[in-house]
T-cell receptor, first 111, second 115 residues
Framework: GNSVTQMEGPVTLSEEAFLTINCTYTATGYPSLFWYVQYPGEGLQLLLKATKADDKGSNKGFEATYRKETTSFHLEKGSVQVSDSAVYFCARSGGSYIPTFGRGTSLIVHP | GAGVSQSPSNKVTEKGKDVELRCDPISGHTALYWYRQRLGQGLEFLIYFQGNSAPDKSGLPSDRFSAERTGESVSTLTIQRTQQEDSAVYLC?????????????FGPGTRLTVL
């Protein structure tokens, strides 16, 4: 079946550090890939997405590139802020109407 | 336009009582999903609606859980004879189908506490 694997957290960084959160997916079909962010006490919201190989999604300084050769969609940000502290979910859709989510990675950014 | 709304935002109930959770999706979104999120955990898929039919109920944890949807609008998730292990945040999401890459829009969730 379809699956998404993302690195376990928590990821703890100092402000202005570089962030990478790894995500890999099963390569069945031609999925679309997403990163969602969940701030404390809220629902998930879309952070960025990519619908085909080599597409780069970007938003709020975050980026992720759809890498078909490595079945990856790693999330990166060059300089994190305290306000980026949240839980990040990688997800794929395609081949089924039910998107598949990773388990989530908690990011904690210290001043 | 309005996003996905859920009510109530918080519900505290006693073990054994029934609860009903409501989700109002974005207008025009034919797909609707319910998830359960336990504290500090990921998303647990419960049920998916396409219009008012539910082609996939595979995630409902027991026959105490049921859901329905009126047309392409409101959905209710009902939990009968609640147990303490039902305590969680219940998230609803809707999505516009028909195009590749359409994302889900999530509501703020209902936090259920079973005493």
């Amino acid at each position: 079946g379809n699956s998404v694997t993302q690195m376990e957290g928590p990821v703890t960084l100092s402000e202005e550090a570089f962030l990478t959160i790894n995500c890999t997916y099963t390569a069945t079909g031609y999925p679309s890939l997403f990163w969602y962010v969940q701030y404390p006490g809220e629902g998930l919201q879309l952070l960025l997405k990519a619908t085909k190989a080599d597409d780069k999604g970007s938003n709020k300084g975050f980026e992720a590139t759809y890498r078909k050769e490595t079945t990856s969609f790693h999330l990166e940000k060059g300089s994190v802020q305290v306000s980026d502290s949240a839980v990040y979910f990688c997800a794929r859709s395609g081949g089924s109407y039910i998107p598949t989510f990773g388990r989530g990675t908690s990011l904690i950014v210290h001043p | 336009g309005a996003g996905v709304s859920q009510s109530p935002s918080n519900k505290v109930t006693e073990k054994g009582k029934d609860v009903e959770l409501r989700c109002d999706p974005i207008s025009g979104h034919t797909a609707l999903y319910w998830y359960r999120q336990r504290l500090g955990q990921g998303l647990e898929f419960l049920i998916y609606f396409q219009g008012n039919s539910a082609p996939d109920k595979s995630g409902l944890p027991s026959d105490r859980f049921s859901a329905e949807r009126t047309g392409e609008s409101v959905s209710t998730l009902t939990i009968q004879r609640t147990q303490q292990e039902d305590s969680a945040v219940y998230l609803c999401a809707s999505r516009k189908t028909g195009e590749k890459g359409n994302e889900q829009f999530f509501g703020p969730g209902t936090r259920l506490t079973v005493l």
